[in-house]
């Protein structure tokens, strides 16, 4: 049942907790299947400010993948795999993914998807189901390699070795590294200190992030100007910038 | 006409802009970011200068965004309009022929910040603060960071320093790829001129040839760069046999 594999609660001060357990038995699809229902129900939710996007305890999403039947079946899988990421970076609203343990295969290309990973110093990082002939079909290969460059990328996918925490954090894969046990924790203030700040100026500032990356610079930076421009015609620009000059906390209204 | 914002000092080939707006932070105004226009144009013409170095030492800001007092008010079109100017100030800085070299000697924020990756290095002092703050006071930025700042750190870390607003050290901004270099404070200012004047030494022809084919490497194909190098080096190798 999806409800096992992938879970979300709301937590305090509109923290919501997106737990992506997956299970042994539990195939990709399904758990894609469940992960994109819970990513709907908390995108139409106005009180969500944040997602904590957890693996549970010991390993991030233990779903194994299976080989498809058909080439059909594995192109119809990968599509949705990579749409259901897709729409995981488009709630508008900042999503850490937290890392306790093994971050592999699928858990590893979901934990891709969020805006950064923190992780504790017990956690691992690869892409082992290469020794079942499997390559990453979420936008993983994509996304590790914007993220911590070519070589990295083909080191961890041809060999299908787990990095461990250290190195993880030494090239940049993961943004903080906390003592084993401490990740979610950390993760949990780290995410209700950033609801803090301005709700548009985080949601516009990640859609230009994402938008302006793969262009050209020049445009890219029309865009962003358009952008800027934009956020003086809402109330967060008024409201951060009078409380910063009273020197108190805004209350941001999100628009 | 004179500057009111910064000076120009040239020593060995190496042209020095220093910031200093006679407060403790080096505010990006208007009249600013139009000095410094000024001040690039006048070093990019003057055959006496290889590199040119901004900063803002000896005081303990590099620079920091525009004034918000004054941003409070903008309209969307002033806010548009501010955009552009910076931007062009910053086209302006990466198509400069020479090697322009950020030595961020303290508080660099915001606008400050994207200043700063408009240089081709950064080298920080240890006591660097380095933030880009938009996001506590509701905007996100106008000048160029949403796109640099990501192909700088990459696009977790540069989501994490947008999303935080938070400063970070020398340390933090060294692993992070933010800036190249860490100076201690003792030694942050003979350093950055040795390291400056290291690299005026080298002719202009060739450092400017580099800079123009890494600019272009970042937004085009890998063969289409390679194609460019081998006409470019055609040219600039074959006047040194």
């Known amino acids: 049942m999806p409800e096992k594999l992938c879970s979300s609660k709301p937590g305090t001060e509109g923290i ?50 299976t080989g498809s ?76 390699s914007r993220l911590v460059g070519k070589s990295k990328t083909k080191e961890l996918i041809y060999s299908g070795e787990l990095l461990n925490a250290e190195e993880a954090h030494r090239i940049g894969l993961i943004n903080r590294l906390y003592p084993t046990g401490d990740a979610t924790v950390q993760a949990e203030k780290l995410l209700t200190h950033i609801c803090t700040r301005s709700p548009h100026a985080i ?29 003086f015609a809402g109330f967060d620009q008024r409201e951060g910038m009078q409380a910063f000059l009273d020197k108190r906390q805004p209350q941001f209204e999100g628009n | 006409m004179p500057y009111k914002k910064l000076r120009i000092e040239t020593v060995n080939r190496v042209g020095y802009i220093l910031l200093d707006a006679g407060s403790r932070f080096n505010k990006l105004s208007i ?28 005081g303990e800001s590099f ?39 950020g030595a961020l000697n303290g508080i660099t924020m915001g606008g400050g910040c994207d200043l700063a990756m408009s240089c081709d290095i950064r080298i920080a002092r240890e006591t660097l603060q380095i933030a880009h703050p938009g996001a506590r006071i509701g905007i996100i930025t106008g000048f160029c960071g949403t796109r640099k700042l990501p192909h700088i750190v990459g696009k977790n870390f540069a989501r994490e320093i947008f999303m935080t607003s938070d400063p970070y050290n020398a340390a933090e901004a060294l692993h992070m790829g933010l800036v190249d270099r860490v100076y201690a404070t003792k030694d942050f200012w003979p ?51």
């Open chain 1, 69 to 144: 039947k058909s080439p059909q079946e594995a192109a119809t899988l990968s599509g949705f795999g990579q749409s259901v990421m897709t729409n995981l970076e488009k709630t508008g609203r900042p999503c850490i993914a937290v890392v306790e343990g093994e971050c592999s295969g699928l858990g590893f290309e979901i934990a891709l998807a969020a805006d950064f990973i923190v992780a504790s110093e017990s956690s691992t990082f690869g892409f082992p189901d290469i020794a079942s002939g499997l390559i990453p079909f979420c936008g993983g290969s994509q996304r590790l």
């Open chain 1, 203 to 231: 949601r516009i500032g990640g859609e230009v992030v994402n938008a302006g990356y793969d262009i050209d610079l020049h445009t890219a930076c029309l865009l962003e100007r358009d952008a800027f421009a934009l956020c």
């Open chain 2, 31 to 58: 009249t600013t970011i139009k000095e410094l226009k000024r001040a690039f144009l006048q070093l990019e013409q003057d055959d006496m200068v290889n590199v040119i170095v901004l900063s803002g030492y000896p």
């Open chain 2, 191 to 241: 350093k950055i001129m040795s390291f400056a004047e290291r690299i005026a030494e080298n002719p202009l022809p060739s450092l400017s040839a580099a800079k123009r084919l890494i600019n272009a490497a970042e937004d085009t194909d890998l063969r289409t760069g390679c194609l460019l190098e081998r006409e470019t080096a055609t040219h600039i190798n074959s006047l040194h046999y």
């Open chain 1, 16 to 65: 919501a907790v997106l737990t992506v357990t997956g299970n042994s038995g539990g195939s990709a699809k399904e758990l894609l299947h469940a992960l994109q229902l819970h990513i709907a129900a908390l995108s139409g939710k106005p009180d969500v400010k944040g997602i904590l996007l957890s693996g549970g305890h010991d390993r991030f999403c233990r779903c194994r993948l």
């Open chain 2, 63 to 101: 620079a920091v965004g525009a004034d918000i007092g004054q941003m409070v008010h903008f309209s969307p079109p002033d806010a548009l309009h501010f955009a552009e100017l910076g931007q062009s100030l910053f086209e302006l800085i990466e198509s400069c022929s020479k090697p322009v070299i």
